[in-house]
C-alpha cells in the first residue's frame, strides 16, 4: 500500500489543495464584493451630487 512518507506526502498534498481551495473561494467572493460596494458608494455619490445641483 504506502509507506509512512508516501502517507505523509499525500497528506500535505491535500492540505495544500484544501487551502488553495478555499483561497480561491475567499478571494472570488472579496473581489466581487469589493467590486459590488464600490459601485454602490459610486452611484450614491452620485445621486447626493445631483441632488446638491438641483437644490
Not at 509512512?4 to 472570488?28: D, E, H, N, S, V
Amino acid at each position: 500500500m504506502f509507506t509512512f512518507a508516501q502517507y505523509l506526502g499525500f497528506l500535505l498534498f491535500l492540505t495544500i489543495l484544501t487551502i488553495g481551495f478555499w483561497l480561491m473561494i475567499f478571494l472570488i467572493h472579496f473581489v466581487g464584493y469589493w467590486i459590488f460596494g464600490a459601485t454602490r458608494e459610486l452611484l450614491k455619490e452620485r445621486k447626493a451630487q445631483k441632488a446638491l445641483e438641483q437644490a
